[in-house]
């Protein structure tokens, strides 16, 4: 019975990097490219300015979903 504990722990914590990691990559991706839209906007290239705030709105919720699935997995395993 006691390997059968170990092996859930070590999934959930595997499922569980996975998806931090996954965070840190939407983040990186979101910092650039609010680095590249700002620096295109103020070069005077004003059409990606609509664009840019979509496709960052979109990560942010991809983001708080991953966010929203860790704590809910966190606490129904946590106890």
Known sequence: MRPDINRLRENR???????????IILL?????LLTATLES??????????????ASGILFIVCLGLYRF????DRLHGR
Not at 28 to 32: D, K
Not at 70 to 73: E, F, L, N, Q, R
């Open 41 to 54: 906007y103020l070069a005077g290239y004003v059409d990606v300015a609509l664009p840019g705030m979509l």
């Open 28 to 32: 990186i991706t979101q910092m650039w």
């Open 70 to 73: 860790v704590d809910k997995a």
């Open 13 to 23: 914590r595997t499922v569980m990097d996975a998806a931090m990691i996954f965070v």
